[in-house]
């Protein structure tokens, strides 16, 4: 684990993210990897014990958060866009694993993009791509409300 | 002196309908865990997110966390899908809501894809959410979904998803 940046701080604060007890693996230069356990309470299939795919967008969303505050000046960030693509089930009973990526931030803006797996690190679970706001020391962006 | 049918009683209709949405919903945990309902009126259904503190992502603002509402508008899609289909299947009577348990749960439809686009900041209080499918063909459907809190007029988030549609027959 790399220095306790904002991002470090920020993620332990955050109450959903509690909530489905994601834990901050690694975080550091616009980089963050991230971890949901599974869990009963988050099936979205019944018949089959597989994970909610709103549980892991929720962790894919925080995960991009996380390396978008990570990124060299970030101060604040919130969503714009996020796109899922789902490529297989998770297996029930395996943790979720985020790898996230802030590839090119401007003044306002953060593109990102991030890969889910379960235990098998192969075939990805999801991928996603979205664009952030980027509020940096030497401007705020337009409030969104 | 017609073949014409007495219509049933309107509490039979509203009991069977309302049954069938509660053991389409109930059967998910994860719904449960957001604390998501679901109001109907006749066939169209708005989804409940009643405001807890665990559903905050910035405690800061504060305001609802970004997978919360991306979770919320992807459930709405999800079980409107669903809805659409089971409605039909009750309204042509090839289904007996009555053979729907929670052992016999309807199946669900998978994502594909799912693509939010947030407006403005999840407030701390309700959301409601309505979708539309917008096309539903044999194997993919299309989903549109909008989210609101205090004025149905100004969204706070809307996406649209593509869903692969399970066999229509009850998984049991």
């Known amino acids: 684990m790399t220095d306790p940046s904002p991002a470090q701080r920020?993620?332990?604060?955050?109450?959903?993210?509690?909530?489905?007890?994601?834990?901050?693996i690694q975080i550091a230069d616009g980089k963050a990897v991230m971890a949901m356990p599974y869990s009963e309470a988050l099936i979205g299939d019944p018949a089959?014990?597989?994970?909610?795919?709103?549980?892991?967008?929720?962790?894919m969303d925080t995960c991009c958060g996380a390396a978008v505050m990570s990124y060299p000046g970030a101060r604040g960030t919130a969503t714009l866009d996020l796109r899922i693509d789902y490529m297989r089930a998770a297996k029930p009973g395996q943790r979720i694993t985020a790898r996230a990526e802030c590839f090119h931030a401007t003044r306002t803006v953060a593109f990102v993009r991030a890969t889910a797996h379960d235990e098998d690190e192969g075939l990805p679970v999801a991928t996603a791509s979205g664009a952030f706001t980027m509020e940096t020391s030497s401007g705020r962006p337009e409030a969104k409300s | 002196m017609s073949g014409r049918q007495r219509p049933e009683p309107v509490q039979i209709i509203k009991e069977r309908r309302d049954k069938a949405l509660r053991v389409l919903?109930?059967?998910?945990?994860?719904i449960r865990f957001l604390g998501i309902q679901f109001d109907r009126r006749g066939d169209e259904l708005t989804a409940i997110l009643p405001f807890d503190e665990k559903l905050i992502g910035n405690p800061f603002l504060p305001a609802l966390h970004g997978g919360v509402t991306s979770a919320f508008l992807e459930i709405t899609a999800m079980i409107e899908l669903s809805w659409s289909g089971l409605w039909e299947e009750m309204e042509t009577g090839t289904l007996d809501p009555r053979a729907?348990?929670?052992?016999?749960?309807?199946?669900?439809?998978?994502?594909?894809?799912?693509?939010?686009?947030?407006?403005?900041?999840?407030?701390?209080?309700?959301?409601?959410?309505?979708?539309?499918?917008?096309?539903?063909?044999?194997?993919?459907?299309?989903?549109?979904?909008?989210?609101w809190q205090d004025n149905r007029a100004r969204l706070f988030a809307q996406a649209t998803g593509h869903f692969l549609i399970p066999g229509r027959e009850p998984r049991g």
């Open chain 1, 10 to 24: 920020f993620i332990d604060a955050i109450p959903h993210a509690k909530a489905l007890g994601l834990e901050l």
């Open chain 1, 48 to 59: 089959t014990g597989v994970i909610a795919g709103g549980a892991v967008s929720a962790l």
């Open chain 2, 25 to 30: 919903v109930g059967g998910i945990p994860y």
């Open chain 2, 100 to 147: 729907l348990d929670e052992a016999h749960l309807p199946r669900l439809p998978k994502t594909i894809d799912f693509t939010v686009d947030y407006l403005r900041s999840g407030l701390p209080r309700d959301a409601y959410a309505r979708a539309r499918v917008n096309r539903s063909g044999r194997r993919y459907a299309s989903v549109h979904v909008e989210a």
